[in-house]
């Protein structure tokens, strides 16, 4: 059978790719080979399946800023030999990795697939197989034209297919792992793989790929609670070499209105760092202004980050710091949707 499409599978790690050992039945990391001996399914695509390893395989506890250049550079390095991108990664930071890689990757026309699994591929009843054989899939899923169906950074997950920096983990027992809060899925597989077009980003196909690997790392995250006092939030805000915050605030964008804290927030503001205001809510969005108490921090300089992620807001702050150095742009590009990762 002639194959139809090309995908580069980018072993990164995490609980897909282990096994059990057989003498001591203790989980152990499995080579790419190993693992794709598992799944004698993946023959019967009509797709050519070619893969890249990390070495050693890492526990997506340990990913850092460099672990999504590493991906980042493979992507870019393979970009035009392939139809599109599957990165098997541990389910513990693959949200934060997807997100990250969605502001990195600029001018996207490809797929690029975050998938893992709950259970090992080397155990009964792993939900690796089906992740994954779908995830190729869709990777590969062109239009009549000739394009990719979803040219976007994703996440597969249990029948879902989300835009990967809406996502969050959301459950560590369950094989629905992952949820898309404030954002419809992009397609769904069942019988059928059923896609939703009008819920793609799309960016224009004759633009270049534009790889960005700035990420500025001096990002905090202050979570507001009934009773934080005064020197928790000054003692974070005076973080040597801080320069973004993301502030998760009540309900929608809601702090105390306590003095001290819009003191301490435009004393920062005006020492340079930006905050980003997201809710602690899952769902719903921010909405500075409804109450006297988001007033008060619209006033201190926070940007409103609407219905973002705190996955999404990290890594687009550390982008941002790590793309530009004028502070008034990185607030211009932090209130408008870069790659759908809000709704303004
Ligand atoms: N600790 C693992 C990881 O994130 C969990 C998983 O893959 O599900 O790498």
């Known amino acids: 059978m002639e194959k139809k499409g090309a995908v580069l599978l980018i072993f990164t790690g995490g609980t897909v790719s282990m ?39 890492i526990d997506s506890s340990d990913v850092m800023p460099d672990t999504w250049i590493r991906i980042a550079n493979l992507i870019k390095k393979h970009y035009t030999q392939f139809d599109g991108f599957v990165v098997l990664h541990g389910t513990d930071t693959m949200a934060y990795s ?115 690997t700035g990420l500025d790392p001096n990002i905090a995250i202050l979570k507001i609670f009934p009773g934080i006092s005064e020197k928790t939030v000054a003692a974070l805000l005076h973080t040597d070499g801080l320069k973004g915050v993301v502030l998760e605030s009540f309900g929608a964008g809601n702090a105390p209105s306590c003095d001290w804290l819009y003191k301490q927030l435009k004393m920062a503001d005006e020492r340079g760092i930006v905050t980003v205001n997201v809710s602690q809510c899952r769902a719903g969005a921010v909405e500075m202004g409804r109450y006297q108490t988001s007033i008060n921090l619209l006033k201190a300089g926070v940007v409103s980050g609407y219905d973002m992620t705190v996955e999404a807001a990290i890594t687009k702050l550390m982008y941002l710091f790590g793309t530009f150095s004028d502070t008034k742009e990185i607030k211009r590009q932090l209130a408008i949707s870069l790659r759908g990762e809000m709704t303004v």
Do not use: W
């Open 19 to 57: 096994g059990e050992d057989p003498d001591t039945q203790a989980l152990v990391p499995l080579d790419s080979t190993q693992v794709l001996g598992f799944i004698p399914e993946l023959e019967m695509l009509n797709v050519t399946i070619s893969s890249v390893s990390f070495d050693p395989l």
């Open 98 to 212: 997807a997100s990250a890689l969605s502001f990195m990757l600029e001018h996207l026309t490809k797929p690029v697939i975050f998938t893992g699994s709950q259970l090992p591929v080397g155990v009964l009843r792993s939900d690796a197989k089906e992740n994954l054989i779908t995830a190729i899939e869709i990777a590969a899923a062109q239009t009549a034209n000739g394009h990719a169906r979803v040219p976007e950074v994703c996440l597969y997950f249990e029948d879902q297919l989300m835009r990967g920096n809406r996502t969050t983990k959301r459950n560590t027992e369950e094989f629905d792992a992952f949820a898309s809060f404030n954002y419809p899925e992009l397609a769904k597989s069942g019988v059928h793989i059923r896609y939703f077009p009008a819920n793609c980003h799309y960016e224009p196909v004759n633009q270049p790929l534009i790889l960005h």
